[in-house]
């Protein structure tokens, strides 16, 4: 969730974004997203960004969910700890809604992770879900869907940049 201003309004569901990019912003920040985010921009392509769309005050969550629905085509960057992020697991299964709904792209990317631990939720997946069953124990309906976002997205041809 990073990237190019636009026109500001007071809520970003005025601005139509061509990319959505969701990530976990302490995986991949400070490096991946980063040059992701400048190379979007030298193309000229506008993309989301909570830190430079979102202003204060503003309610996070609307207003994430309002900017997916306004833009084009979302790229997921799933990195070890993207499904430990309830904020990742909700953009994502918002973002699987809206592209089943509309026939908008997903575009995943396997940032140090293999497509297969996403998909089978293994490794450092399987231990955010254990943890997300029990913190979440009165609503497993809701973690059931965060597993089936994912696997719904990583049945999806992307890209895996495993130690590049």
Not at 69 to 75: A, D, L, M, Q, T
Not at 140 to 154: F, N, P, Q, Y
């Amino acid at each position: 969730m990073a990237c190019n201003k636009r026109q500001r309004s007071s809520s970003s569901h005025t601005n139509n974004f061509d990319v959505f990019v969701s990530f976990r912003g302490a995986d991949t920040r400070n490096g991946f997203t980063n040059h992701l985010f400048a190379a979007l921009q030298r193309k000229g392509v506008v993309a989301f960004t909570d830190d430079q769309t979102i202003q204060k005050g503003d309610f996070l969550e609307s207003e994430l969910l309002l900017a997916i629905e306004g833009s084009r085509v979302f790229i997921v960057v799933f990195s070890k700890d993207y499904a430990s992020s309830t904020w990742c697991m909700k953009e994502l299964t918002k973002i699987v809604d809206w592209v089943e709904v509309t026939g908008r792209s997903l575009l995943p990317i396997f940032y140090d992770v293999t497509p297969s631990e996403v998909r089978k939720q293994s490794g450092e997946f399987a231990k955010a879900f254990a943890e997300h069953e029990e913190r979440f124990k009165d609503d497993l309906e809701m973690v059931k869907e965060w597993r089936a976002a994912l696997k719904t997205s990583c049945d999806r041809c992307g890209w895996d940049v495993q130690n590049k």
